[in-house]
């Protein structure tokens, strides 16, 4: 039995500390509390990070002069509208899904797949880059290969999460 549940009931420890705080910590103020709001200030936010951090990257590679940094520099400008639009997908799809649970069955998918996509699309540009610089061609290939096949792993992923989410809801409903 559980000191912190009276009625013996397992809660998560985040949880226990959120209830056992009694106010409200106004150092972070979760986006959450924003509603509809909040998930584009995320992606507000995420923008602003990477932009800063494209400042910081330039300012170093005037140093250092290199080949990678400038192409990733270069290639971050060009695409910077996707450094918005998958934390903006990603942000409203958990925003769904916390508040409704039909938001979670149709959402939560939808904002995984975003993710994982997002990150093999970075993950192709630099195996391609190092592949193409450093001269190994499998490198470059393998990243070619993933770029190639990004809606592929999309909806591979995305029907993954269905299926997933079908399984839990049948499991919910027995």
């Avoid at 508040?99 to 797949?113: D, E, H, K, Q, S």
């Avoid at 391609?128 to 190994?136: D, E, F, K, S, W």
């Avoid at 190639?148 to 792993?153: G, P, Q």
Wanted: glycine letters at 8%.
């Amino acid at each position: 039995m559980d000191a912190h549940n009276p009625k013996g009931e397992w809660t998560h420890p985040g949880q226990r500390q959120w209830k056992e705080k009694q106010g409200f910590n106004y150092w972070f103020l979760p986006l959450e509390v924003l509603g509809l709001i909040g998930p584009l200030i995320g992606a507000a936010v995420s923008l602003f990070t990477t932009i800063i951090c494209l400042w910081i990257v330039k300012f170093a590679n005037v140093i250092f002069q290199s080949e990678f940094l400038s192409l990733m520099v270069a290639s971050v400008d060009r695409n910077i509208a996707w450094f918005f639009i998958a934390p903006l997908v990603i942000g409203y799809c958990q925003h769904f899904a916390k508040r409704f649970y039909v938001g979670y069955l149709v959402c939560m998918p939808i904002g995984n797949a975003t993710g994982f996509t997002f990150s093999m699309w970075i993950l192709a540009w630099v195996l391609r880059t190092i592949g193409a610089l450093a001269n190994v061609t499998f490198l470059a290939q393998a990243g070619l290969g993933v770029r190639e096949n990004l809606a592929l792993i999309f909806a591979l992923v995305l029907l993954l999460g269905y299926v997933g989410v079908a399984r839990m809801h049948l499991a919910r409903s027995r």
